[in-house]
């Protein structure tokens, strides 16, 4: 981990190294109530360089499909038992084997610390047909969403790209090819398939200004008058900002989920969902803001309606024609010809961390029914301990959104614009996951 450390408080020797972690993996009780932060924990420190894969977006990926694997486990247990709910080590058996699956199939540089996870949690559930059952579960979920993800075409898109993704062809040969006719490359991330939107494109992100079908550019008075910001508390020095949020978005949000759910007291099946809602819409969040990103990153045509005189030119049969004052006398005909019209590229729109900050907001609170539980992030890094405390998790997500801003690549507007963004993918992820779409 870097200087951020959050209140999930971690034995002293979690921090001295890694040999020392797992020895102490192997023996000490579990530090959470819950099975799903100390699977997080196993993701968030992960740092092998044998994973070429383990990218930003891949990470995303890699945290959903382990969270829905552990939900579907859980369902799965639940659904087994002959009458009333699964026994408490039915469903930790199957939590445990779903995400040990998911992490070994993927991550083989983890490979150590989660058969040791697995393990310790399993070591605490007695030996029987309740445990028997919840491992065939969990085993049984993970290789139904393994085998659904193998053929989502992520892993071949992430591999021929940086670690950001596809970036797009913004040379004077595409100007210039675009000006002959041709078509516009496609986004590459519509051929990505994600975890429960339909597609990338179903939510559209708000631009800083459009092209009219006029051919006028105007100007979008909704970014530019936005109050996202408004509420934000700018009595705290940028350093503390920046620290606040300085882990990498998906680990942030996961461990803002965990003060969540202490807070309120979740159990295990609450825990669970809250979880899998979170990372599920965080993924299809990044994708979704990379594929605008590259969209509006490259250059594009659109057509647009340029009005003239019809007694000047002769009328073709796809002209559109209508009635108008020509020459201050009514009654003349004015007709529409059509041009295609270049659109020059934005650069790094909109923000992916900014995307991710609202897609976190409005996944859990959907999943919560509410914003009504406050939390505290511990500050690590320097001589004395520091924290802060946030009423709830919309003031976060302002705030994280903001902190995207420091960089000195996004504007005001592509974090705004990221946010709104990542509030309907955020609603959108909620709403398909707990209908089972």
């Known amino acids: ?9 971690f034995p002293r020797a979690l921090r001295c190294g890694a040999l020392l972690a797992l020895l102490f993996s192997l023996v000490a009780p579990a530090v959470h109530g819950g099975v799903a932060s100390e699977w997080n924990e196993v993701l968030a420190q992960h740092r092998s360089l044998a994973d070429v894969f383990y990218t930003p977006p891949l990470e995303a990926r890699l945290h959903a499909s382990m969270h829905l694997a552990m939900a579907e486990a859980l369902r799965d247990a639940q659904g087994s038992a002959v009458r009333g709910r699964a026994s408490e080590a039915t469903q930790r058996a199957a939590l445990a084997a779903a995400a040990e699956a998911i992490v070994v199939e993927w991550l083989p540089g983890s490979r150590i610390r989660a058969e040791a996870l697995a393990a310790r949690q399993l070591a605490g559930i007695p030996e ?24 989502d075409r992520w892993i071949e898109i992430m ?15 595409e100007v210039q090819r675009l000006a002959r006719g041709e078509s516009e490359l496609l986004s590459p991330w519509l051929a990505v398939a994600p975890l429960t939107l339909k597609s990338v494109e179903k939510i559209k992100v708000e631009v800083p200004a459009y092209t009219a079908m006029d051919g006028t550019v105007r100007v ?7 109050k996202l910001f408004a509420a934000v508390d700018r009595t705290v020095a940028p350093q503390m900002l920046a620290q606040t949020w300085s882990e990498r978005p998906v680990v942030a949000w996961n461990r803002v989920a965990q003060l969540v759910a202490e807070g309120r007291g979740l159990g295990l099946e609450a825990e669970t969902r809250l979880f899998a809602t979170l990372n599920l819409a965080l993924a299809d969040a990044t994708i979704s803001a990379l594929h605008w990103r590259y969209t509006l990153g490259s250059w594009r045509t659109q057509f647009v309606q340029i009005w003239g005189d019809a007694r000047t030119t002769p009328v073709g049969a796809t002209d559109i024609l ?8 009514n009654g003349g005909t004015a007709r529409a010809e059509m041009r295609r019209m270049l659109i020059p ?11 991710l900050a609202g897609a976190a907001q409005a996944a859990m609170i959907e999943c919560l029914k509410g914003d009504r539980t406050g939390f505290t992030i511990e500050l690590g890094g320097g001589s004395e301990p520091r924290s802060r405390s946030f009423g709830g998790i919309e003031e976060a997500a302002r705030e994280s959104a903001l902190v995207a801003t420091f960089d000195g690549r996004h504007t005001r507007e592509a974090a705004i614009a990221g946010h709104k963004l990542g509030l309907g993918v955020g609603r959108e992820a909620a709403k398909r996951f707990a209908s089972g779409r």
Do not use: Q
């Open 159 to 173: 591999g021929l790209s940086s670690a950001e993704g596809p970036v797009p062809d913004r040379s004077a040969n």
């Open 322 to 329: 209508a009635p108008a004052m020509i020459d201050g006398i």
């Open 128 to 151: 029987g047909a309740e445990k028997a059952k919840g491992l065939a579960c969990g085993r049984a979920a993970a290789a139904r969403v393994l085998a659904t993800r193998a053929g």
């Open 345 to 355: 590229p934005l650069i790094n729109y909109p923000s992916v961390t900014a995307t």
């Open 220 to 226: 979008n008075y909704w970014l530019r008058e936005s």
């Open 1 to 9: 981990m870097n200087c951020l450390s959050f209140a999930l408080h």
